[in-house]
């Protein structure tokens, strides 16, 4: 399991478009490794990646219903909703 706290990263609004998000690290400025989320409006999820210059790494998905006060948790690591 893990758990994304929002309040730990900052969205990237030039990078990202409509729901598709790009997070980096408050303070990671030595990094290129962002966090996307792709949400699902149809099925309520959400989609984690990790992402490295061209790499881009599935760190798992979860529904909507898993956002609680800014946080996010994905149980099923690397795992997609069907």
Known sequence: MIIIDYS???HIKDK???N????KPIGNTF???YLY???NEDYNILSYYLVDGDIEIHI???SFSKLVDGKIT???L???YT
Do not use: F, L, P, R
């Open 78 to 80: 690397g795992e997609t």
């Open 8 to 10: 730990q990263y900052e």
């Open 60 to 62: 798992g998905d979860a």
């Open 16 to 18: 990202s478009y409509y």
């Open 37 to 39: 989320e792709v949400c």
């Open 31 to 33: 990094s290129n490794v």
């Open 20 to 23: 598709h998000n790009y997070y």
């Open 74 to 76: 994905i149980e099923k």
